[in-house]
């Protein structure tokens, strides 16, 4: 596949850019399983965009003309990759921004408030938490404990790619945080539809999972509406 191809389909639709660019992986038997314990008939990979140069550099680009239009950017002192997968999209948004980069990881390595993050993070500090994808809020979650003990304050957290199915307000509630995102399976979904790529049943099943994803998750063994994050 080209640069240029990845390029164009970008232009019009991002959900076609993701497809293009081989992230979306669907099953009809056995469900993917989520670290969460939901269950899903579909699993997307934007690791894989780093590979992409000018579809990466159109996503970035994308990404904080959303942010500017929302008036999201206004304030924020640093940008925050979060470990692994949202550090190069961090290191993208804060270059391209001119701001200092941190990036925080899922586990503390060390003692100390700080133990967690990478960089210098100054007490009161407006921070950007920028990952790759975000499903059940779970690892974003663990980011913003760890920013708010080191004294940061997390306005905003941009992913490429919400699922978009499963309750996260709850889960991010206790930071206020808003959440942007560039696509979800519903546009993946509109994509695939229109372009013809992706077999009739993978499509069905994408549609039955998102008419109810909690009763989808707990009729193929994952949890369900009642279910606690993990």
Known sequence: MSQLRTQLDLSSSVGQ?????????????????LPAGWASPVYI????????ALLRKALIERGLALLRQRNRLDGI???????????????????TL??????????AKGLGPAAQIEGVV????????????????????????????AGAVVTDIFVVFDYGTFPTESVLA?????VHALANWQDILQAARASGGVDSRSLDELQRFLEDPARWSRDHGGIGASGTQR
């Open 17 to 33: 850019a993701l497809l293009d660019a081989g992230c979306v992986k669907f099953r009809t038997d056995e469900p993917f399983r």
């Open 45 to 52: 990979d934007c690791r894989r965009l780093i590979s992409f």
């Open 77 to 95: 002192d640093a940008v925050v990759g979060a470990e692994s997968s949202g550090i190069a999209f961090g290191a993208w948004m804060a270059e």
């Open 98 to 107: 001119a701001l200092p980069l941190l990036y925080v990881r899922k586990e």
């Open 122 to 149: 100054n007490a009161g500090d407006r921070v950007l938490l920028v990952d790759d994808m975000m499903a059940a809020a779970r690892s974003k979650r663990i980011f913003c404990e760890a920013l708010a003990a």
């Open 174 to 178: 206790p930071w206020q945080a808003k």
